[in-house]
């Protein structure tokens, strides 16, 4: 995932800080090792190599990457923080189940009364499946579509989009996001702030829950905060999940998207206005809406497997409060080969996302390794399949290999800055934890600004690894670069990061660069050491903040933690 640069800073007030915390932050700050420009670019080159395939997951990309991180991890000084082994110790790896799903002979239409539209795999639609079946087929003739909105049922908000309406069997026609984002003053939703409701992950688990035959979101560029190329490019190739032990309470046979072009065109033959229907579904009086006389005709062979594939887990072990860690995370996979681009480039490099973010893992590691022991254990975590849907971070918030209670709080870098230094920091998820106030003393020790989440309405929050981490209490900061650039030619890094988002997010033209400029990555390098090696040194414990989700699950494991 790519945290969207912002080209406008936005200041604001920041919280008070605790006396003891802002003076060890800033005691930190003051210490903070040199971070190099050279080993981040040499470590982002090597890793978007073609050789590496895209980093796939479970291909021959993931075992070079593996090793790749093993090595450099040990070279920094950290030892082995995986799975145990037979003999009593540890690997560098912790190894994740995964089941792998890849689509072939794909054929679909849409009908509606003697209409018909034959879809293309890529073009109209995309169509996977994440669902175990016996057959290794996927298939559903005549199923009816029902509209249902946004696809949510919210007890807690009083919001239910299906009305005790009976959706087995059928194809659920849903939007991307949740009510708010077209209208914020509406506050059902954290207004203009995307909920876990808005994200593509919800919808599917929903229509499980509800007991559908599939889904399709209608995908809009602005709702998604991704054009259709993402999309394209990120379900025509195979699809994993983590093993589940009832897998059909939590998936459904046919999971999909739609152009939108297409669906107004559906929706018109069908006698249905779109875009009425959508200002409809911002309502909680919303009924679903069966398209009448339409019908999906879907079929495609699934190639499924059972993998696995692998979470790199480094430690360095704490002088004094060993149980206790500081985590930091991100993502070493990417889209591995895929379908070539218009130049026949078929390798998705995946350099910015995330080669670049574990780059700043490994530096970080030198930087810990190099310096005083820590009083608390540092745990540093390559995660596998981000790309899928945060698999590796869900598998070891799942089984932690070191307990979630006494992880005192994490850091998750995904996708750097590698355009100059910036004015600014955007806070993703700002206002849960205090981890805001820790992230903004350093990052005003700096002379630059704090910004609180100032892409809420994409549902940042949501989309990397700190969030599977977070569900289960653990208090995860998830920051980038934003504000202005501060060094000259400021038009043309403007350009660059505005051409990552255009044209190389999730496509294979992310590729590394040797005119990238590093210093703004280095920066945020600062921070995240700075902010991580006070609480290793100290025997805080982070909380979250009143009102938060996640402070039950936190709350739970008091008494675990002193």
């Given amino acids: 995932m790519r945290l969207f640069q912002s080209r406008a800073c936005l200041s604001f007030a920041a919280a008070l800080m605790a006396g003891v915390a802002a003076s060890t932050l800033a005691a930190a700050q003051t210490a903070a090792p040199e971070f190099d420009a050279v080993r981040l670019s040499d470590h982002i080159r090597i890793l978007s190599d073609d050789s590496f395939e895209g980093r796939g997951v479970a291909t021959a990309g993931e075992a070079k990457t593996v090793d790749y991180l093993s090595r450099a991890f040990a070279e920094a000084g950290f030892e082995p923080g995986g799975d145990i082994q037979a003999d009593g110790t540890r690997a560098w790896t912790q190894g994740v189940r995964m089941n792998r799903f890849a689509v072939t002979g794909f054929e679909a239409q849409l009908k509606v009364g003697d209409w018909t539209l034959p879809l293309v795999q890529g073009e109209q639609v995309v169509a996977s499946t994440r669902l175990p079946s016996p057959s290794g087929h996927v298939m559903a003739m005549d199923a009816p579509l029902v509209f249902v909105g946004y696809g949510i049922k919210a007890p807690e908000r009083n919001w239910d989009d299906f009305k005790g309406v009976d959706v087995k069997g059928k194809i659920l026609v849903v939007l991307i996001n949740d009510a708010d984002f077209e209208e914020p003053a509406l506050d059902t939703f954290n207004g203009e702030a995307m909920t876990y409701y808005g994200r593509w992950t919800y919808k599917y688990e929903e229509a499980a829950r509800q007991g559908a035959a599939g889904v399709l979101i209608v995908h809009e560029t602005r709702p998604a905060s991704y054009g259709w190329a993402t999309v394209r490019n990120s379900w025509t190739s195979p699809q994993f999940d983590i093993e589940r032990a009832d897998p059909a309470s939590e998936r459904i046979p046919f999971e999909g998207w739609i152009q939108r072009d297409v669906a107004v065109d559906l929706f018109q033959r069908a006698g249905l206005d779109f875009e009425a229907l959508k200002v409809q579904a911002r309502s909680r009086d919303f009924q679903p809406v069966t398209l009448a006389d339409a019908s999906l005709d879907v079929m495609f062979n699934v190639d499924q497997s059972s993998i696995e594939s692998h979470n790199v887990v480094a430690r360095l072990a704490g002088a004094t409060r060993p149980d206790e860690t500081v985590l930091y995370g991100g993502h070493w996979d990417h889209l591995g080969v895929g379908t070539p681009d218009e130049n026949g480039d078929a390798i998705f490099n995946g350099a910015v996302d995330n080669a670049s973010g574990i780059a700043s893992l490994l530096e970080l590691a030198r930087a810990y390794g190099a310096a005083p022991r820590p009083q608390r254990s540092v745990v540093i975590i390559g995660f596998t399949a981000e790309e899928s849907g945060l698999l590796g971070s869900t598998y070891y918030a799942a089984n932690p290999l070191y307990p979630l209670a006494t992880t005192v709080a994490g850091v998750n870098i995904d996708s750097e800055n590698v355009y100059g230094r910036m004015t600014a920091m955007n806070l993703v998820g700002y206002g849960q934890s205090e981890m805001d106030e820790r992230m903004t003393t350093a990052i005003e020790a700096q002379g630059r600004q704090a910004q609180p989440d100032g892409h809420a309405a994409s549902g940042g929050f949501f989309r990397s690894d700190h969030f599977p981490l977070a569900r289960q209490g653990v208090p995860m900061a998830y920051a980038g670069s934003t504000g202005e650039y501060r060094d000259e030619p400021i038009e043309a890094r403007k350009a660059q990061s505005a051409d990552y988002g255009a044209r190389r997010y999730h496509q294979a033209d992310d590729e590394w660069s040797p005119e990238w400029d590093y210093s703004g990555q280095i920066e945020n390098l600062q921070i995240y050491y700075s ?32």
């Fill in 531 to 562: 902010v991580g090696r006070a609480l290793a040194d100290s025997s805080d414990w982070v909380e979250w903040k009143p009102g938060s989700e996640f402070a039950p699950a936190r709350a739970a494991t008091a008494d675990q933690r002193r």
